[in-house]
């Protein structure tokens, strides 16, 4: 569980920097993307739970309004990076049941 524990504590850094750098690209969308991924994550206890919810969130880099397909400043693009990295390490065969 510690795994999974120091996971869920990196995705929740990586989103608070997404709300960070939406404030100062003053970008709504990914404000709003933001405030989903909160609470996909806000009650996410198992693996599973936490393998599912990163599933959903990388949704958000297919593309179609709000996606991080296209980000228009460094600051942004670090944030989405990092939630990337963050969303596919709860992904990776380490956490699989």
């Not at 942004?76 to 990092?82: N, Q």
């Given at each position: 569980m510690a795994r999974v524990e120091r996971t869920l504590i990196e995705i929740r850094a990586a989103i608070?920097?997404?709300?960070?750098?939406?404030?100062?690209?003053?970008?709504?969308?990914?404000?709003?993307?933001?405030?989903?991924?909160?609470?996909?994550?806000?009650?996410?206890?198992s693996r599973a739970q936490l393998r599912e919810a990163s599933r959903q969130a990388l949704e958000l880099y297919r593309g179609g309004m709000g996606s991080f397909q296209?980000?228009?400043?460094?600051?942004?693009?670090?944030?989405?990076?990092?939630?990337?990295?963050a969303l596919s390490a709860a992904r990776s065969w380490l956490l699989r049941d």
């Open positions: 608070a920097k997404l709300h960070r750098a939406a404030a100062h690209d003053r970008d709504p969308q990914r404000a709003h993307a933001a405030h989903w991924l909160d609470g996909l994550f806000e009650n996410v206890e296209d980000v228009g400043t460094a600051v942004m693009a670090e944030a989405v990076d990092g939630l990337r990295h």
